[in-house]
């Protein structure tokens, strides 16, 4: 962390927007692709047209997302470059996906279980 706060307010702020990003990719992407789908399917009345039009919007938006992360990691090596650094490649990008995957993840179990009303044991199996 001190060697980020050494580097300034520009790669920390190019972070935060990459794991921004990196949440709407795993959380919104998927949420869009549902709302697309029921909209979809509630006009047509058809399942097809609402699978194609979720796998449509699905590939649409991960590859603006990815898009739009490489473009700012490469702002990630800019800096790091400018200051006569050494160059960080994408491990930056990488982390920071890794990491809005396993809060995504985290945020979707504890939803499931805890306010979703599921049970984290099926129905029938004693315990």
Same mark, same amino acid.
Do not use: N
């Given at each position: 962390?001190?060697?980020?706060?050494r +580097?300034?307010?520009?790669?920390?702020?190019?972070?935060?927007?990459?794991?921004? %990003? =990196? &949440?709407?990719?795993? $959380? *919104?992407t998927? +949420?869009?692709?549902?709302?697309?789908?029921?909209?979809?399917?509630?006009?047509t %009345? =058809? &399942?097809t047209?609402a $699978? *194609?039009?979720?796998?449509?919007?699905?590939?649409?938006?991960v590859a603006?997302?990815?898009t739009t992360?490489?473009?700012?990691?490469e $702002?990630?090596r800019a800096?790091?470059?400018?200051?006569?650094?050494?160059d960080p490649?994408?491990?930056?990008?990488?982390?920071?996906?890794?990491i809005?995957a396993?809060?995504?993840?985290?945020?979707?179990g504890?939803?499931?279980?805890?306010?979703?009303?599921?049970?984290?044991?099926?129905i029938?199996?004693?315990?």
């Amino acid at each position: 962390m001190p060697g980020l706060l050494r +580097l300034g307010a520009g790669v920390i702020l190019v972070i935060l927007i990459m794991f921004i %990003g =990196s &949440l709407v990719l795993w $959380v *919104g992407t998927p +949420l869009l692709c549902l709302w697309v789908g029921s909209w979809v399917q509630g006009a047509t %009345g =058809s &399942l097809t047209a609402a $699978v *194609g039009a979720m796998v449509a919007a699905m590939a649409g938006s991960v590859a603006m997302l990815a898009t739009t992360l490489a473009k700012l990691s490469e $702002v990630h090596r800019a800096i790091y470059l400018a200051q006569s650094l050494e160059d960080p490649g994408h491990a930056v990008l990488e982390r920071v996906l890794v990491i809005g995957a396993a809060f995504a993840l985290a945020t979707f179990g504890l939803w499931f279980l805890f306010f979703a009303g599921a049970s984290p044991v099926p129905i029938g199996i004693q315990i």
